[in-house]
C-alpha cells in the first residue's frame, strides 16, 4: 500500500525559509522521479522542482524559473524521503504543496501541506 507523508508546511515570514519533506512507503523509492508541485488559491497546481529517479544517469533536477535559485530539491533514498529547500520566501510563494513520484505511467501524490507567506 503506497503512503506518501508530507511534513514540515506552516506560516512562515517572507524572506523566511522552510524544508517540506515527504516521506514514501509501498513502493520502490529509488525508482521513482520525484516532484514538487504547489497549488495557490484559484490557480492550476503548477510544477516547482524534480528530481531525477537513482535508476538515471545522474540524480539531474529541474526547477520553476519562479524558484531558481531559491529552492533545492533533494531526496535521501536510504530514508525513502524526498526533500524540497525553500530559502528566501516571498507571499506569491503561498500554496499547498504536494510531493509526486512517478515511474513511466504510474504516479503517486502526497496529501499536501500548506505554505502560507505572510508576516
Known amino acids: 500500500q503506497v503512503q506518501l507523508v508530507e511534513s514540515g508546511g506552516g506560516l512562515v515570514q517572507p524572506g523566511g525559509s522552510l524544508r517540506l519533506s515527504c516521506a514514501a512507503s509501498?513502493?520502490?523509492?529509488?525508482?521513482?522521479?520525484m516532484s514538487w508541485y504547489r497549488q495557490a488559491p484559484g490557480k492550476e497546481r503548477e510544477l516547482v522542482a524534480r528530481i531525477d529517479s537513482i535508476d538515471s544517469a545522474g540524480a539531474m533536477t529541474n526547477y520553476a524559473d519562479s524558484v531558481k535559485g531559491r529552492f533545492t530539491i533533494s531526496r535521501d533514498n536510504a530514508k525513502n524521503t524526498g526533500y524540497l529547500q525553500m530559502t528566501s520566501l516571498t507571499t506569491e510563494d503561498t500554496s499547498v504543496y504536494y510531493c509526486?513520484?512517478?515511474?513511466?505511467?504510474?504516479?503517486?501524490w502526497g496529501p499536501g501541506t500548506q505554505v502560507p507567506v505572510s508576516s
Open positions: 509526486n513520484f512517478r515511474r513511466s505511467n504510474r504516479h503517486y
Open positions: 509501498g513502493f520502490t523509492f529509488s525508482s521513482y522521479a
